[in-house]
């Protein structure tokens, strides 16, 4: 058994396996004798069926499993040996037949991979900012913990300090044919949700106003505040939208004592208002520091795009194209696509480039510690800071049972990992601004 290669270019080559019948015939023969031990043929008894009776029968599809078998692993293994990272699959060559009694027989293979190059990190500068919160932050953070264990204090209507729980439901168009299943979404709002506050402010209880899918679409904050992103506004399967009050509520703040520091922290972690605020401070500047983090890794990933020259294997990838999808039946159809796409491939490359050179690997422990962490995150956002690391890791496990939230979470660690990687290497112009100054920079 051989594999050769000969290149295109520096991005592509058709790789030739090569087999001798001696490679698979021992193989072929053995099988051959189990199924005559083991057929059951009318005429004969179990065993006793002639073996040139049962080649005729089976010989030719033994062996051509057995030649895939091995031409699949010498592929594969040449491929890791010659560490290529390939762009697509391998696309066989066309083959009239194979003939398994040959004394020699070749199959071919057009492959794409990635060039070879380097990415100096520290030639690339951005912004690194330093972000703090600041006392209004920190308050209104304070504020909202009194929130989540205030007492509901009931209203006639609803006033400039009410919290109102609202049901948001499709509008389904009268003779609409088929079935409409569309579950509806129940939010709270309260006067910070300025567009949806004033939709509903004059409605009472069980009381509903209409909104139509193209208003939403004029109104992004209306559309947010109603919980519905962009692509969902887009994807909405009828024309209005029904947006009814459920309930509303005063709230009576929680008071700022012992009670309610041992409710969000645990017993005993927090003991004044001071320990309170500066417990505070640290998370908010902890999590503004992650997303000044990622800001500053963006920016250098955006110019690593913009200015690294990536050969791509255009030739290649157009067979591909056609090759792995039956929709694409032509060229021209091919190139189209590839043209669409091309830079987010040449994004997935750069990205893998940059891990691989960097020895970024993940493993079980990486991704079950990133699942524990979103878990804790789920539970902080109900006010639950303080849940036993067993019923966390219970909870992580069950998320990783499915294989897309594995996919997903992978992704992120990898990223993760990538982003220390660039926060040490990649040049840093540090800056300290507020918060406020930091998301006027995010819209930029």
Known sequence: MNVTATNHDEVSALLTVTLDKSDYKDKVEKQLHNYAKNAQVPGFRKGKVPLSMVRKQYEAGIAFEEINKQVSEALNNYIADNKLRLVGQPVPQPVDELNHNAEQLSVGFEVGYEPEFAIDLAKYEAPHFKVEASEKEIGQSIENMQKRFAEQVPQEEIADDSTVAL???????????????????????????????????????????????????????????????????????????????????????????????????????????????????????????????????????????????????????????????????????????????????????????????????????????????????????????????????????????????????????GMAKLKDVILEKATKKETKISHDEFLEELKK
């Open 167 to 413: 049901e948001i439901s499709q509008v389904i168009e009268e003779g609409a044919e088929g079935e409409h299943h569309h579950a509806p979404k129940n939010i709270t709002i309260d006067a910070t949700k300025k567009a949806a506050f004033e939709l509903v402010k004059a409605l009472k209880k069980d009381e509903s106003v209409k909104v139509s899918k193209a208003d939403l679409e004029k109104n992004e904050e209306l559309a947010k505040e109603l919980s519905f992103s962009k692509e969902e506004v887009e994807h909405l399967h009828h024309d209005q939208i029904e947006v009814k009050v459920k309930d509303f509520f005063g709230l009576n703040l929680a008071e700022l004592n012992q009670d309610l520091f041992d409710k969000v922290y645990g017993e005993g972690t927090i003991k004044s208002e001071e320990e309170l605020k500066d417990k505070v401070k640290a998370e908010l500047d902890e999590y503004f520091q992650q997303n000044a983090d990622v800001h500053f890794v963006n920016k250098i990933l955006a110019q690593i795009n913009e200015k690294e020259e990536v050969t791509l294997p255009e030739t290649f990838l157009v067979k591909w194209l056609m090759f792995s999808n039956a929709n694409v039946t032509s060229e021209d159809q091919a190139r189209e696509i590839l043209e669409a796409e091309k830079n987010q491939l040449k994004y997935q490359i750069l990205e893998g480039k940059l891990m691989t050179d960097n020895e970024i690997t993940l493993d079980y422990a990486d991704i079950l510690g990133q699942a524990e962490q979103l878990v804790r995150n789920q539970l902080a956002m109900y006010g639950i800071h303080h849940l036993p690391d067993e019923e966390v890791q219970k909870y992580a496990a069950d998320m990783l049972k499915d294989q897309e939230q594995v996919r997903q979470i992978s992704s992120e660690v």
